[in-house]
């Protein structure tokens, strides 16, 4: 990866801020042209790199070889049945094998660096959502105990050019750049970790992607430390009825729309796996919490689990005029769909 050259920054909005800093000349992405970092500062141990990234160095240890993580889904888990953090202690580990795994990866000379997008935060990076996920990794880092450089990307997906959010590889080029010692990383030993693979129960592949752009290994959760503790599969009895006709009907809808709409592959074959699960689920769903441990239910899915039962509707198919539920006239599912009302 060449060396960006740096160049002038427009001046920040320091007013939340008292006496800020000399600006320095700051590096731009040759993709974006956007800095990779507007006036950096120190809160609470951690490096807030306006606009749109957060760092905290845990003592990390220097190496050209970089074990790469990322955090939810791979090294943690939710506490919670909330389908997001709920405070700085929501969280468990992947499962029981993840320090001892990681105290080997470092005696085998690593550095450990986890890479996350947390787009909650958005660009208050002080606020109250970036006070709780700071905390969380305060926390997460104390249970783990193990030295380790945590880099937060802030920015949601709505931005689109935004350099530090996976898969587009801004923090690590800043880990490189700035915080390897002077080291320069040895891509054939080096690898990346996380969940968002690409595969048919995954939300994303933008891990994947992430370290293809970086230029070297990728691996899963499962590869590295074995099977989650959370992780479930739950089945009707064969031939049983299903109880949750009118969102597996919409799912089924959504996998159709997916595939004539020239979808991903992978992303379609998810949908499909997430309505055969909630067909065959042997309860009523009346909670998304229900199905989040359940194996196949990634983020994606359960964010459109929790769209069903609060409108009766997904708003893809209603925007390509595709009615399910009430609307469809089925009264069979005019009547289940109106108790997740």
């Not at 996920?133 to 990307?153: C, K, S, T």
């Amino acid at each position: 990866m060449g060396k960006r050259k740096g160049t002038p920054a427009e001046p920040a909005d320091s007013s939340d801020r008292e006496e800020p800093s000399p600006r320095k000349k700051t590096a731009k992405s040759k993709a974006t042209g956007r800095p990779v970092s507007e006036n950096p500062y120190v809160k609470d141990n951690w490096t807030i790199h306006p606009p749109t990234l957060l760092h905290r160095d845990f003592d990390s240890q220097q190496s050209s070889k970089i074990a790469a993580f990322d955090l939810d889904d791979t090294l943690v888990k939710l506490k919670s049945s909330s389908n997001w953090p709920v405070d700085a202690n929501d969280f468990k580990l992947f499962n029981k094998r993840v320090p001892a795994k990681l105290k080997e990866i470092l005696d085998e000379g690593y550095k450990i660096v986890i890479f996350s997008n947390q787009g909650s935060i958005k660009q208050a990076l002080e606020g109250k959502a970036s006070e709780k996920a700071r905390g969380r990794a305060d926390n997460i880092m104390a249970e783990l105990g193990i030295p380790a450089h945590v880099f937060y990307a802030t920015a949601n997906d709505k931005i689109e050019d935004d350099l530090f959010r996976k898969p587009r590889p801004g923090m690590w080029d800043l880990l490189v750049r700035e915080h390897l010692g002077g080291k320069a990383p040895d891509l054939k030993k080096c690898y990346y970790v996380g969940d968002a693979a690409g595969r048919p129960n995954d939300f994303a592949d933008s891990d994947r992607k992430f370290a293809e752009a970086i230029g070297i290994k990728f691996m899963v959760p499962e590869d590295v430390f074995g099977e989650s503790d959370s992780k479930k599969s739950m089945k009707a009895p064969a031939g049983g009825p299903n109880l949750n006709q009118a969102m597996s009907d919409a799912f089924n809808e959504l996998a159709s729309l997916q595939e004539r709409s020239g979808g991903n592959p992978f992303g379609v074959r998810a949908t499909k796996k997430v309505a055969d699960i909630i067909a065959g689920f042997p309860q009523q769903i009346t909670s998304s919490s229900m199905v989040k441990s359940v194996a196949g239910v990634g983020k994606s899915s359960l964010a459109k689990v929790e769209e069903f039962l609060s409108t009766g509707k997904l708003a893809a198919l209603e925007e390509a005029g595709i009615k399910v539920g009430p609307s469809a006239g089925d009264d069979a599912s005019a009547s289940a769909a109106v108790q997740f009302l």
